[in-house]
């Protein structure tokens, strides 16, 4: 019976929030980064990537494509209405994520879609890899 309850604590595990770090080079953009939690799917037409982007909007997204590299870069403000926290669990800060794409992916057909802060890309594979039914000849 411990075999089963081991199961279901792994798939209710979470990954903690953690910035990320700036290795090398100098920064770029100001602030806190964080990596967001991503899930991949794949069908047999397309790779299906979701990523968990709380407080970002559409207007504050930008999704690149440059040398088969997909970068994902969302910005969060501070609510200036609201009053600053004493103590405060849950950072705030933007996202930013990078995947490098296989030739397998038809880049020029890429879709992105975000609602209530959940990003979902779409990534059709190529044609060639799509499976096919092969016709018999009479």
């Known amino acids: 019976m411990t ?7 792994k798939e209710l595990a979470h990954r903690e929030k ?13 602030g806190i980064f964080y ?14 990537l979701i990523a968990d982007l709380p407080g970002v909007s559409r207007d504050n997204l930008d999704i690149d ?3 088969s590299v997909l970068t994902i870069t969302g910005s969060v403000g501070e609510d200036e209405d609201r009053p600053r926290p004493v103590y405060r669990e849950y950072g705030i800060g933007g996202y930013m994520r990078r995947f490098t794409l296989s030739d397998k992916i038809d880049q020029g057909k890429i879709s992105a879609d975000l609602e209530n ?22």
């Open 117 to 138: 802060g959940v990003l979902t890309v779409v990534l059709p594979k190529a044609d060639s890899l799509k499976p096919r039914k092969i016709e018999i000849s009479a």
């Open 18 to 30: 953690e910035p990320i770090e700036r290795s090398a080079g100098e920064p770029t953009r100001s």
């Open 35 to 48: 990596s967001p939690s991503v899930d991949i799917y794949q069908t047999g037409d397309a790779i299906t």
């Open 65 to 67: 494509l440059k040398d």
């Open 3 to 9: 075999g089963k309850k081991d199961k279901e604590k």
